[in-house]
């Protein structure tokens, strides 16, 4: 876990006029508003004798009372009143007495925090470009897995897993589970890969929407705010402009929890009747990862790639590229070194804030150890090893499909089949790279044919069939 990083601490709407407690990187911390509507954020553990701020009252001068004996806190940490001595200063009373406080901001509908004492150097938040237009719609949902924030990130920092986890097929490919050619970048505060494929050639319809030798494109970007992924693909075809667009927000909450929260954005079939549907489809993708991530060991992921690790080339690279700024984060001395992590029932567990780093001395509880910069133990991505599988003839034929499983995988995409009717219609002008009607479709022909395995060939039959027009299910 790494302090000094922007974190989503929640969403604006579920702070109304309570304090609410969250706990984040391990530590406990109290969200409320001052009496402007302020969000501010600070260390949820009483410094008197440990009591949960977030149990008090919040007063009309915004100060945050303890539930014990009543101790005020304002925004900054500041302890300003002790009301069994009303008459003495806090100070006087209580000298050095204070909280450790974060800084605070609200954009985009979302509480940022920044848990750290040093939020100038921090990256700073991104723009949301979609924020405030009218042409997008945004659904949004929050929840808890129980899994290590990298392994909840990389279920989806990967391409492999799209056809695998969630039967999201390369169409263009001859291999279709094998990841198309993209492009991995350093931005500023992250990376992006940006993939182009090329479709298979269409027929009927589809030959007239696109150029044979178009190529099709999807960007994927990762902000160290948040740890935040943004997803984007031109659902109804390059140059449709009907645009799926997801943002993954995740926050640990300790060492094996993490919340994740989501915006599902849309710019097509903007009416409100569609949120639910929209929000479900994108949740059967999220529920397949959680899954996933929840059953992954160990438990509490390493800080960094396990050098004895297995690294297939491209498939891995975007993983690779994400502990690249690890590894920065890391050496500017952010890291919270979790062997000497405090065991949470018997130490109080305390971000290092501004306010400490400025007046380190007089605190009552003593801050989360951080690895200091240039003493991590764990190797650099540069060392890891790579098959150099492109100068390898290859021995085998691509034969996706072939094979099936003794067991047929489970109809997991049998709640969709509802949807497909309106969907159809809608994905005449269909991409050739992620067409997940089609693939829907062709699951739900496999199990028609007594399997839920789906082959090459069933995919281009149907990709034929509805290319000419004709929908199964919209006749
Ligand atoms: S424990 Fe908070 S005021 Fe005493
Ligand atoms: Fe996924």
């Known amino acids: 876990m ?24 391990g530590a406990d911390l109290v969200l409320f508003r001052e009496t402007d509507g302020t969000a501010r954020c600070i260390s949820n553990v009483c410094p008197h004798r440990g009591s949960s701020l977030a149990e008090g009252i919040l007063y009309k001068d915004g100060t945050l009372a303890c539930p014990f004996h009543g101790f005020h806190f304002n925004g900054h940490g500041t302890c300003t009143l002790i009301p069994s ?3 003495h200063d806090a100070q006087v009373v209580a000298p050095g007495i204070r909280t450790d406080a974060y800084a605070t901001v609200e954009k985009y509908g979302l509480i940022w925090v920044c848990l750290g004492d040093d939020p100038d150097a921090a990256s700073p938040i991104f723009d949301m470009p ?7 719609r945004f659904t949004s949902n929050e929840e808890i897995w129980n899994a290590d924030y990298h392994t909840s990130k990389f279920t989806n920092l990967d391409y492999v897993h799209l056809p695998v986890v969630h039967g999201i097929l390369f169409q ?12 991995i970048t350093a931005t500023e505060h992250g990376f992006q890969s940006v993939m182009r494929v090329t479709p298979a050639p269409s027929e009927g319809v589809w030959s007239e929407l696109r150029d044979k030798d178009a190529k099709v494109e999807s960007v994927l970007k990762f902000f160290i705010p948040g740890f935040t992924l943004r997803g984007q693909v031109e659902i109804g075809g390059i ?29 097509y079939r903007m009416e409100a009747d569609f949120d639910a549907e929209h929000t479900r489809r994108n949740l059967q993708n999220i529920h397949q990862d959680k899954a ?34 690890m590894e920065g984060l890391r050496n500017k001395g952010w890291q919270i070194d979790q062997e000497q992590l405090v065991d949470p029932a018997r130490a109080v567990r305390i971000i290092p804030s501004p306010n400490r780093k400025a007046n380190p001395a007089g605190w009552v509880y003593a801050p989360m150890p951080r690895i200091a910069a240039g003493k991590a133990t764990v ?11 492109d100068h390898i003839k290859p021995t085998r034929a691509k034969d996706y499909g072939k094979s099936e499983p003794v067991v047929p995988r489970d109809a ?4 969709t089949l509802e949807w497909e009717a309106a969907a159809l219609a809608r994905i005449e002008k269909a991409p050739g790279f992620v067409q997940p009607m089609i693939i829907k479709n062709a699951e739900a022909a496999a199990r028609a044919n007594g399997s839920n395995f789906v082959t090459v060939k069933l995919l281009e039959e149907l990709q034929a069939k509805q290319g000419g027009g004709a929908a199964p299910g919209s006749a």
Request: aromatic letters at 12%.
């Open 239 to 267: 140059g449709s402009g009907e645009f799926n667009i997801f943002y993954e927000f995740t926050t640990p909450i300790d060492e094996h929890r993490t919340m994740m929260r989501h915006y599902f954005l849309r710019n």
């Open 130 to 136: 979609e924020w405030d237009n009218d042409e997008f």
């Open 292 to 325: 996933l991530a929840e059953a992954q060991r160990p438990l509490i992921a390493g800080t960094g790639p396990n050098p004895n690790g297995i690294y297939t080339h491209d498939e891995d690279k975007l993983m690779l590229a994400y502990w690249g700024l």
């Open 412 to 415: 997991k995409s049998k709640a």
């Open 172 to 183: 263009g490919n001859e291999n279709p589970i094998q990841a198309p050619e993209h492009h």
């Open 379 to 389: 190797p650099s991505v540069r060392d890891l090893n790579f098959v150099d599988i």
């Open 85 to 87: 001595r009303r008459d």
């Open 2 to 25: 790494y302090t000094n990083v922007w974190y989503v601490a929640g969403f604006s709407k579920d702070l109304t006029n309570a304090p609410l407690k969250v706990t984040m990187l």
